[in-house]
């Protein structure tokens, strides 16, 4: 290891686990910790506990002070910023995903969405797996430049799959859905658009232009391109957001995960 390395370089994982503890256990400001209690925390021997704690000071990322029956740790402000470090990884990992906004104008399409969406093979997987009965068509969406090029990003969002199936004549393709709240330009205004009462009754009026709870429906066979996004609902968009043809809207995209495999209390 080069002798130039910053101090703290050779702190691993193991360190970071126990720096980690220590701002858990009050750290941040001065706490009193047993090496028996840190080993305890970090599936470890109480000497390793302490070896830890050895590296972390030599590091500089805690000061401490030895006393009879344990040690006062407080984690420097070296150690809180590679702490912060860590936290702005984890809120890079995840909350960038939920950032993905798509934009683009309200259009009629083919009238075929209807067809597809009442067709009882897709109708009973959407009943299971998104909760709901979606209102019969698709809401089409012709996105902006930008948004296009954004596109590709829903692929790593978490999703629910909708499955190929076949009747006696012919199959019918996959399909993908991803979480959505639609946001009307009127309501675009105040960006994060984060309102809690978004499908609540006694909203406002800007707030009632906001839907949550809506899906992308991207199919594996479509005659659009990849210009274009479908919405579905259990409503009608239409009527529920007072839209018309042309008008811009936003579909912020949100992680979703199947109705039917979901802990009862994630269910939303
Ligand atoms: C759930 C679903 C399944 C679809 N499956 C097929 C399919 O199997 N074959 C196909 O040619 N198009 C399929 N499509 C796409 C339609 O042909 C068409 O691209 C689109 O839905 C037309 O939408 P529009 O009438 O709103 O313009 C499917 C569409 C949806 C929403
Ligand atoms: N959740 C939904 C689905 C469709 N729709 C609209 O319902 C109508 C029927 O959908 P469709 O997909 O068969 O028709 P087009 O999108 O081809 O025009 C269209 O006007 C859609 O824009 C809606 O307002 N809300
Ligand atoms: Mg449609």
Request: overall charge negative; glycine content about 8%; proline content about 3%.
């Amino acid at each position: 290891m080069s002798e130039t390395a910053p101090p703290d370089a050779r702190t691993g994982p193991d360190e970071l686990a126990a720096l980690k503890a220590v701002a858990l256990a009050g750290g941040l400001h001065e706490t009193k910790v047993s090496c028996a209690a840190l080993g305890e925390d970090l599936d470890a021997s109480a000497q390793t506990a302490s070896r830890r704690l050895q590296r972390l000071e030599e590091a500089g990322l805690i000061d401490r002070e030895v006393v009879g029956d344990g040690q006062w740790v407080s984690v420097t402000e070296a150690g809180e910023s590679r702490l912060r470090g860590e936290y702005a990884d984890y809120r890079r990992l995840f909350e960038e995903e939920s950032d993905l906004t798509l934009a683009g104008v309200v259009t009629s399409g083919m009238g075929e969405g209807r067809h597809y969406i009442t067709l009882e093979g897709y109708m009973e997987q959407f009943r299971t797996r998104l909760g709901y009965e979606p209102f019969p068509g698709t809401l089409n969406v012709e996105l902006e430049e930008a948004s296009v090029r954004r596109r590709g990003e829903l692929v790593g969002i978490e999703a629910i799959d909708i499955d190929e199936w076949a009747d006696e004549d012919r199959t019918y393709g996959a399909a993908t859905c991803y979480g959505v709240t639609v946001i009307t330009e009127s309501n675009a205004d105040g960006d994060e658009a984060n309102d809690a009462d978004a499908n609540d009754a006694d909203a406002d009026d800007a707030a009632e232009r906001e839907y949550g709870g809506a899906h992308v429906i991207v199919p594996d066979r479509t005659h659009h391109d990849d210009s274009q996004l479908e919405v579905i609902a259990p409503v009608k968009l239409r009527d529920e957001l007072d839209l018309v043809d042309g008008e811009t809207v936003r579909l912020r995209v949100e992680p979703t995960s199947r109705a039917d495999e979901r802990a009862p209390e994630a269910d939303r």
